[in-house]
Nanobody, 125 residues
């Protein structure tokens, strides 16, 4: 069983930055692909970014490429999402996720094994 706890969400003006963190329990953190997903009001949960267990392979949805960066610290069982140049359309609840499959396959929301509780990100215009 893997438990995920997100932190770092909040309210920011358009153009600003936030850094989300996700702490994971368990002794095999590096064996899991990790990812961030988001869900805006009235919309389905969507893939934002995923990262392989070693950290050398990443995937991003097109709308965040060049603005968001996913990274991980396997020594401390933590994954991060650095979000720059934030836009109002980035407003959503952001969820950390862990999966035993690959970072590529993990982009399918339905494949995710474990979810965090979510953290709200609100970008004002």
């Amino acid at each position: 069983q893997v438990q995920l706890v997100e932190s770092g969400g909040g309210l920011v003006q358009a153009g600003g930055s936030l850094r989300l963190s996700c702490a994971s329990s368990g002794r095999t953190f590096s064996s899991y692909a990790m990812g961030w997903f988001r869900q805006a009001p009235g919309k389905e949960r969507e893939f934002v970014a995923t990262l392989s267990g070693s950290g050398d392979t990443t995937y991003y949805t097109d709308s965040v490429k060049g603005r968001f960066t996913i990274s991980r610290d396997n020594a401390n069982n933590t994954v991060y999402l650095q979000m720059n140049s934030l836009k109002p359309e980035d407003t959503a609840v952001y969820y950390c996720a862990a999966d035993r499959a690959t970072a590529q396959y993990m982009r399918l929301v339905k494949s995710v094994d474990y979810w965090g509780q979510g953290t709200q990100v609100t970008v004002s215009s």
